[in-house]
T-cell receptor, first 112, second 107 residues
Framework: GAGVSQSPRYKVAKRGQDVALRCDPI?????LFWYQQALGQGPEFLTYFQNEAQLDKSGLPSDRFFAERPEGSVSTLKIQRTQQEDSAVYLCAIRDRRNEAFFGQGTRLTVV | KNEVEQSPQNLTAQEGEFITINCSYSVGISALHWLQQHPGGGIVSLFMLSSGKKKHGRLIATINIQEKHSSLHITASHPRDSAVYIC?????????FGTGTRLTIIP
């Protein structure tokens, strides 16, 4: 969606491979969220940043998942030693000062 | 039981029909979002509301805070309205999503 760019759009990874998913929001948005959407399901919360601070990572499913936003703008979600159950669409979202939500197009990760 | 329940899960209707999608939630919220997701994954926010009713074109969203229920209505439905419609509630910071309603409008 307008204001949030995610890359890559599609990623195929071999089981055990590490992947890095990027979210590049329009500058000036303080709050950034990562969500995971399994096929046929609604998105589920992974983690949340306010500027560079990761304020909530309670949704990360395992310690193989790691997210960062070092300069308070671009964020990267890293998944180490990918497993088949990690296959999903990973969505990045920002929230503006009116609390409106804007979503990226998502990265569809397929682990084979 | 999910915190956000949507019904129906799937809905097929003829072009021109009036469409209603329902959302019930069980937690305290500060706002409720209706979202549209087309094949390919992109999500677009249709409405954000915390009380009453909002209208945008052929779309109408209502919320009843006391009953913890919201509805999304589409008037004069069109095949281009075919998509997945997702209800999401905002508690503290994050959004909690329903599983979505897949709407198909047949010409």
């Amino acid at each position: 969606g307008a204001g949030v760019s995610q890359s890559p759009r599609y990623k195929v990874a071999k089981r055990g491979q590490d992947v890095a998913l990027r979210c590049d929001p329009i500058s000036g948005h303080v709050s950034l969220f990562w969500y995971q959407q399994a096929l046929g399901q609604g998105p589920e919360f992974l983690t949340y940043f306010q500027n560079e601070a990761q304020l909530d990572k309670s949704g990360l499913p395992s310690d193989r998942f790691f997210a960062e936003r070092p300069e308070g703008s671009v964020s990267t979600l890293k998944i180490q030693r990918t497993q088949q159950e990690d296959s999903a669409v990973y969505l990045c979202a920002i929230r503006d000062r009116r609390n409106e939500a804007f979503f990226g197009q998502g990265t569809r990760l397929t682990v084979v | 039981k999910n915190e956000v329940e949507q019904s129906p899960q799937n809905l097929t209707a003829q072009e021109g029909e009036f469409i209603t999608i329902n959302c019930s939630y069980s937690v305290g919220i500060s706002a409720l979002h209706w979202l549209q997701q087309h094949p390919g994954g992109g999500i677009v926010s249709l409405f954000m509301l915390s009380s009453g009713k909002k209208k945008h074109g052929r779309l109408i969203a209502t919320i009843n805070i006391q009953e913890k229920h919201s509805s999304l209505h589409i008037t004069a439905s069109h095949p281009r309205d075919s998509a997945v419609y997702i209800c999401a509630v905002k508690g503290d910071e994050k959004l909690t999503f329903g599983t979505g309603t897949r709407l198909t409008i047949i010409p």
